[in-house]
Nanobody, 127 residues
Framework: QVQLVESGGGLVQAGGSLRLSCAAS????????MGWFRQAPGKEREFVAL????????FSADSVNGRFIISKDDAKNTVYLQMNSLKPEDTAVYYC????????????????????WGQGTQVTVSS
C-alpha cells in the first residue's frame, strides 16, 4: 500500500503561481511512477504530469508544458508540481497518484493505470 497526501492548493489570481506537494508513505520505492491529474466540475479527470521515481523522467500534458514543472525530493518522499502562469482554466481539484507498474511514461497519462490516489487539493484561479 502507498499513502499519498496532497497539499498546497488555494486561491490565486490569473498569472500567479502555486506549488503543490504530494507526500508518499508506505511501500514507496524506485519503481513508482508518480502522476498529477486534475478534475474540473463537470469534466473528466485529465492527466497533468508524471515523474518516474527512478531516473526522474518527466512527461507533461501539452496544456501545461512550459508552465508547470514536476519534480521530486527523494529524501522527503515528496513530489511537487510547480504551477506558473496560472489560468482560470487551470481551476480544478488536483490529485496525486502512484503506481509501480507503469513502465513507459506515455502510459502514465491514463488514470486507470494508477492504483493509489490522494484525496485531492483544490486549486482556484480567478480572472
Amino acid at each position: 500500500q502507498v499513502q499519498l497526501v496532497e497539499s498546497g492548493g488555494g486561491l490565486v489570481q490569473a498569472g500567479g503561481s502555486l506549488r503543490l506537494s504530494c507526500a508518499a508513505s508506505g511501500r514507496t520505492g524506485s519503481s513508482l511512477t508518480m502522476g498529477w491529474f486534475r478534475q474540473a466540475p463537470g469534466k473528466e479527470r485529465e492527466f497533468v504530469a508524471l515523474i518516474s521515481w527512478s531516473g526522474g523522467r518527466t512527461f507533461s500534458a501539452d496544456s501545461v508544458n512550459g508552465r508547470f514543472i514536476i519534480s521530486k525530493d527523494d529524501a522527503k518522499n515528496t513530489v511537487y508540481l510547480q504551477m506558473n502562469s496560472l489560468k482560470p482554466e487551470d481551476t480544478a481539484v488536483y490529485y496525486c497518484a502512484a503506481d509501480p507498474r507503469i513502465y513507459v511514461p506515455q502510459a502514465g497519462r491514463d488514470s486507470y493505470r494508477y492504483a493509489y490516489w490522494g484525496q485531492g487539493t483544490q486549486v482556484t484561479v480567478s480572472s
